[in-house]
Nanobody, 124 residues
Framework: QVQLAESGGGLVQAGGSLRVSCVASGRSFSRYSMGWFRQAPGKEREFVAAVIWSGESTYYGDSVKGRFTISRDNAKNTVYLQMNSLKPEDTAVYYC?????????????????WGQGTQVTVSS
């Protein structure tokens, strides 16, 4: 069983930066792809970013391209999401997710384990 724990959320002003982290329990973390999703009140969960097992390839949702960067440290079982040039519309609960496939999809259903989420609020 894999457990994911996010941290690093908070309140930031528009134009600012924030980094959220996710630590995974268990072995074989380096075999799995990782992703970040977000969900704002009243909206569906939205794909943000994903990284393959090796970290060599990354994928981004259109709304965050050029502003967010996903990375991973397999030695620490950790995946990061660096968020720059934040906008009020980035306000949401951010969820870390793990896919047992080494190559991720952008679909919620393509991920097998989820964290509890961390709140990110961007004020205008």
């Amino acid at each position: 069983q894999v457990q994911l724990a996010e941290s690093g959320g908070g309140l930031v002003q528009a134009g600012g930066s924030l980094r959220v982290s996710c630590v995974a329990s268990g072995r074989s973390f380096s075999r799995y792809s990782m992703g970040w999703f977000r969900q704002a009140p009243g909206k569906e969960r939205e794909f943000v970013a994903a990284v393959i097992w090796s970290g060599e390839s990354t994928y981004y949702g259109d709304s965050v391209k050029g502003r967010f960067t996903i990375s991973r440290d397999n030695a620490k079982n950790t995946v990061y999401l660096q968020m720059n040039s934040l906008k009020p519309e980035d306000t949401a609960v951010y969820y870390c997710a793990l896919s047992r496939s080494g190559y991720p999809t952008q679909e919620v259903g393509g991920f097998d384990y989820w964290g509890q989420g961390t709140q990110v609020t961007v004020s205008s």
